[in-house]
C-alpha cells in the first residue's frame, strides 16, 4: 500500500491550462473521491497520477517515489474504467489472469490468484464465462478481478459505475466499500454522482474548473460547505438559495427579500444591510405551527412513497421542499413553512463565500 501527495500539479494543452495548481495529500488506504461537473479536471487528474497525460508542472508522489516521469506500468497501481475493457474472447479466468501471465507468473500462482479474486469478488459460478454471458455488473466485477491479482500500492476508478442501472448502481457501491474494507489498500474514485461519493467516500475532493473547492468528510461538506457551489452540488435534491438582505434589530438576525417576506436566520458575522443568500436544504422544510413561518406557494407535488417532494416559490424563488409525510396540497394553494436558523447556510451575496 502507499499514500499518495500531489504538489502544485499543472496541466496545460498550449496556452489552456485545465489543472491550476492542485495540492492534495491521499492517505495510505484512504477511499479518497474526485468529484465535480464535467469539464472540472477530475479525470484529467486521474490519468495524470496513472501516468497516461503527462504532468506540465509540479510532483507527483506515489509513496516515496517521485513518479512524474514513470511509465504507467512502472507505478505499481491499477485502474477500472467505466468501459470495463475486457478482452471479449476470454473468460472471466483468463481476463483475471492476463496481467500475471503477461508478467510470466507460474501457472499455480496466477491459479492462486485468481481464485482468490474470485472468492472475494462472487465470482467462481462465472470463471468460464466470457464477457458477452455476464451482466454488466459482473463484467464490472471481472474488471476489479484483474486489478486485484495485481495487488497494487493505488487503485484508481473512472466512473466505474456509470454504465449500469441505478438498482445495480446502488449494489455495486456496497460491494465497492466492502472491498475497500477488506483490502485496505489506497483507492482513488472518480465521479460525478454526489450520491457515489458521499456514500462511499472516507474523504471527498470537490473540484471546479481546474481547483480544489474544498476537501473533507462527506459529513463535513454537506453540513459546512464552504461556499455555493459546494453547498449545491452536493446534496440531492440540491439546496435551494434564496437571496435578500440581512436585518439586525432587537431580535435574532433576519433575511428579507425583494418581496418583503422575512424569515430568521442563524448567527452570522454579515452585516445589517449586506446582500446575502440564505441555504435551505429541501428536507429541513417543516410545515409552520401558527403565525411564525413565511408564504410558499405549492406547484408541483410528487410523492415518492416514502417521502413527498413539492416544488414552489418563496419569494418569487424556485423552491424544493421534501416531507417525510404524505402531505398532498393542491397546486395554487398557500403553505406557511419554517427553518430551524441553526440549519441555514447563510452566504455573501457577492462572492457566494460562506459567512
Given at each position: 500500500?502507499?499514500?499518495?501527495?500531489?504538489?502544485?500539479?499543472?496541466?496545460?494543452?498550449g496556452a489552456m491550462s485545465v489543472l491550476h495548481g492542485i495540492d492534495l495529500d491521499v492517505r495510505?488506504?484512504?477511499?479518497?473521491?474526485?468529484?465535480?461537473?464535467?469539464?472540472?479536471?477530475?479525470?484529467?487528474?486521474?490519468?495524470?497520477?496513472?501516468?497516461?497525460?503527462?504532468?506540465?508542472?509540479?510532483?507527483?508522489?506515489?509513496?516515496?517515489?517521485?513518479?512524474?516521469?514513470?511509465?504507467?506500468?512502472?507505478?505499481?497501481?491499477?485502474?477500472?474504467?467505466?468501459?470495463?475493457?475486457?478482452?471479449?474472447?476470454?473468460?472471466?479466468?483468463?481476463?483475471?489472469?492476463?496481467?500475471?501471465?503477461?508478467?510470466?507468473?507460474?501457472?499455480?500462482?496466477?491459479?492462486?490468484?485468481?481464485?482468490?479474486?474470485?472468492?472475494?469478488?462472487?465470482?467462481?459460478?462465472?470463471?468460464?464465462?466470457?464477457?458477452?454471458?455476464?451482466?454488466?455488473?459482473?463484467?464490472?466485477?471481472?474488471?476489479?478481478?484483474?486489478?486485484?491479482?495485481?495487488?497494487?500500492?493505488?487503485?484508481?476508478?473512472?466512473?466505474?459505475?456509470?454504465?449500469?442501472?441505478?438498482?445495480?448502481?446502488?449494489?455495486?457501491?456496497?460491494?465497492?466499500?466492502?472491498?475497500?474494507?477488506?483490502?485496505?489498500?489506497?483507492?482513488?474514485?472518480?465521479?460525478?454522482?454526489?450520491?457515489?461519493?458521499?456514500?462511499?467516500?472516507?474523504?471527498?475532493?470537490?473540484?471546479?474548473?481546474?481547483?480544489?473547492?474544498?476537501?473533507?468528510?462527506?459529513?463535513?461538506?454537506?453540513?459546512?460547505?464552504?461556499?455555493?457551489?459546494?453547498?449545491?452540488?452536493?446534496?440531492?435534491?440540491?439546496?435551494?438559495?434564496?437571496?435578500?438582505?440581512?436585518?439586525?434589530?432587537?431580535?435574532?438576525?433576519?433575511?428579507?427579500?425583494?418581496?418583503?417576506?422575512?424569515?430568521?436566520?442563524?448567527?452570522?458575522?454579515?452585516?445589517?444591510?449586506?446582500?446575502?443568500?440564505?441555504?435551505?436544504?429541501?428536507?429541513?422544510?417543516?410545515?409552520?405551527?401558527?403565525?411564525?413561518?413565511?408564504?410558499?406557494?405549492?406547484?408541483?407535488?410528487?410523492?415518492?412513497?416514502?417521502?413527498?417532494?413539492?416544488?414552489?416559490?418563496?419569494?418569487?424563488?424556485?423552491v424544493r421542499c421534501v416531507f417525510r409525510d404524505r402531505i398532498a396540497p393542491e397546486p395554487g394553494s398557500q403553505l406557511m413553512l419554517?427553518?430551524?436558523?441553526?440549519?441555514?447556510?447563510?452566504?455573501?451575496?457577492?462572492?457566494?463565500?460562506?459567512?
Open positions: 500500500m502507499a499514500g499518495l501527495q500531489i504538489k502544485k500539479l499543472v496541466k496545460s494543452y495510505d488506504g484512504e477511499f479518497l473521491v474526485l468529484i465535480g461537473p464535467s469539464g472540472c479536471g477530475k479525470s484529467t487528474l486521474l490519468r495524470m497520477i496513472a501516468g497516461l497525460d503527462d504532468i506540465s508542472s509540479g510532483e507527483l508522489w506515489i509513496g516515496d517515489r517521485l513518479s512524474n516521469s514513470l511509465a504507467p506500468q512502472q507505478r505499481n497501481i491499477s485502474m477500472v474504467f467505466q468501459s470495463y475493457a475486457l478482452f471479449p474472447h476470454m473468460t472471466t479466468r483468463k481476463n483475471i489472469g492476463f496481467g500475471p501471465k503477461i508478467r510470466r507468473e507460474a501457472a499455480p500462482t496466477i491459479d492462486a490468484k485468481v481464485n482468490k479474486a474470485a472468492e472475494t469478488l462472487n465470482l467462481h459460478d462465472y470463471l468460464d464465462r466470457l464477457p458477452r454471458q455476464l451482466s454488466g455488473g459482473q463484467r464490472q466485477r471481472v474488471a476489479m478481478g484483474r486489478t486485484i491479482v495485481r495487488q497494487p500500492d493505488l487503485f484508481l476508478f473512472d466512473e466505474p459505475l456509470s454504465n449500469l442501472d441505478a438498482k445495480l448502481r446502488v449494489q455495486m457501491r456496497t460491494e465497492l466499500k466492502a472491498l475497500h474494507q477488506q483490502l485496505k489498500t489506497t483507492m482513488v474514485y472518480v465521479t460525478h454522482d454526489q450520491i457515489e461519493a458521499m456514500t462511499m467516500a472516507d474523504r471527498i475532493v470537490v473540484m471546479n474548473g481546474g481547483r480544489i473547492e474544498q476537501s473533507g468528510s462527506p459529513l463535513e461538506l454537506y453540513d459546512r460547505p464552504v461556499n455555493k457551489f459546494v453547498a449545491g452540488f452536493l446534496g440531492s435534491p440540491a439546496m435551494n438559495f434564496i437571496p435578500g438582505t440581512l436585518e439586525r434589530g432587537d431580535g435574532a438576525p433576519r433575511l428579507r427579500t425583494a418581496e418583503d417576506i422575512t424569515m430568521p436566520v442563524g448567527e452570522t458575522t454579515a452585516l445589517s444591510g449586506q446582500e446575502i443568500e440564505i441555504g435551505i436544504r429541501p428536507e429541513h422544510f417543516r410545515l409552520a405551527e401558527g403565525p411564525e413561518g413565511f408564504p410558499y406557494r405549492v406547484a408541483v407535488v410528487e410523492p415518492t412513497g416514502s417521502e413527498t417532494h413539492i416544488f414552489g416559490t418563496v419569494a418569487g424563488i424556485g419554517s427553518v430551524d436558523p441553526a440549519r441555514m447556510h447563510v452566504f455573501d451575496g457577492a462572492t457566494g463565500n460562506r459567512i
